[in-house]
């Protein structure tokens, strides 16, 4: 049998919202129906963020705290909620699920690493798919600065997976000439991360954090790792299948 290829799917707050206040349960349905089509080509690692967008639905936490210790205490109350809606909806589809929290200094300590590896490579062999959050109780890394790109960066290149995809809102990375005269213009290749990073316009979508900076420094990890990225509009139905069909415009970044 032909080994599967193996892809670290990103998928931020804003795609999971659909850029709405709610978790969209029809974009997370359309996650796992496409999963399920490539099963038998595919495996999958989820790396999704989500659990402070699904709090805000439930709660609005009182703190004299700042702010970051709030979107802590709403990420612990929300990624049990986001988890169970992945379970059931993934279930519908066929799809095992489990749960991993991360945060980058896990990458820095070997036996960590090997730990992560470990346990990942049993889920994904007996056919679970793992989804990643960052482990917010304990590091702040993405909630103030990330957008869980990193965490999707480090994690694609620490278990070899063959594809980087990360999922945004826009149909890739534009010029920067056409974002400003209001017609968007994909670049659909990337091998020089020079010029690339000319393009980034100082913009970020509702729910975002990173804007495409830290998508940029995220696929340059995955480089670094041999790993290609694509950057894909998560807010279209069949994002990932329509990539590979060459449907949507998106960019590749070699
Ligand atoms: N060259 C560019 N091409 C596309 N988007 C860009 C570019 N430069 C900046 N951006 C901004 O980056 C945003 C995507 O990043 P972000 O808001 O962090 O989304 P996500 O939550 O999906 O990680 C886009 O909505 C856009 O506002
Ligand atoms: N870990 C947190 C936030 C991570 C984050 O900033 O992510 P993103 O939605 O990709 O901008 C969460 O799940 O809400």
């Given at each position: 049998?032909q080994?599967?290829?193996?892809i670290?799917?990103?998928?931020?707050?804003?795609?999971?919202?659909?850029?709405?206040?709610?978790?969209?349960r029809?974009?997370i349905?359309?996650?796992?129906?496409q999963?399920?089509k490539?099963?038998?080509t595919c495996?999958f690692?989820?790396v999704?963020?989500?659990?402070?967008?699904?709090?805000?639905?439930?709660v609005?936490l009182?703190?004299?705290?700042?702010?970051?210790?709030v979107?802590?205490?709403l990420?612990?109350?929300?990624q049990?909620?986001?988890i169970?809606?992945?379970?059931?909806?993934?279930?519908?589809?066929?799809l095992?699920?489990?749960q991993?929290?991360?945060s980058?200094?896990?990458?820095?300590k070997?036996?960590?690493?090997?730990n992560i590896?470990?346990?990942i490579?049993v889920?994904?062999?007996?056919?679970?798919?793992?989804?990643?959050?960052?482990?917010?109780?304990?590091?702040?890394d993405?909630?103030?600065f990330?957008?869980n790109?990193?965490?999707?960066?480090?994690t694609?290149?620490?278990?070899?997976?063959?594809?980087f995809i990360i999922?945004t809102?826009?149909?890739?990375?534009?010029?920067?000439?056409?974002?400003?005269?209001g017609?968007p213009r994909t670049?659909?290749?990337v091998e020089?991360f020079?010029?690339?990073?000319?393009?980034?316009?100082?913009s970020?979508?509702?729910?975002?954090?990173?804007?495409m900076?830290?998508?940029?420094?995220?696929?340059?990890?995955a480089k670094n790792?041999?790993i290609?990225?694509?950057?894909?509009?998560?807010?279209?139905?069949?994002?990932i299948?329509?990539?590979?069909e060459?449907?949507?415009?998106?960019?590749r970044?070699?």
């Open positions: 049998m080994r599967k290829k193996r670290l799917l990103k998928v931020g707050s804003n795609t999971l919202t659909k850029e709405t206040d709610n978790i969209s029809g974009k349905e359309d996650i796992a129906n999963i399920a490539l099963k038998d495996e690692i989820i999704s963020s989500g659990a402070i967008a699904v709090a805000k639905q439930f609005k009182e703190s004299k705290q700042e702010d970051v210790f979107k802590q205490a990420a612990s109350i929300g049990p909620h986001l169970r809606i992945y379970q059931e909806i993934f279930r519908e589809y066929g095992l699920t489990s991993c929290l991360l980058y200094s896990d990458f820095e070997e036996e960590s690493k090997t590896v470990n346990t490579n889920l994904v062999n007996n056919n679970y798919i793992p989804i990643i959050n960052e482990n917010d109780t304990v590091a702040t993405e909630i103030k990330g957008d790109d990193k965490l999707g960066a480090l694609a290149s620490l278990l070899k997976a063959d594809l999922a809102n826009t149909n890739g990375i534009y010029t920067k000439e056409s974002m400003e005269n017609f670049i659909e290749i020089d020079n010029t690339l990073k000319e393009q980034i316009v100082n970020k979508s509702s729910h975002g954090s990173g804007g900076q830290s998508k940029i420094e995220a696929a340059s990890l790792a041999h290609e990225t694509w950057i894909v509009n998560g807010l279209e139905d069949h994002f299948l329509n990539a590979f060459n449907k949507q415009p998106y960019t970044i070699k």
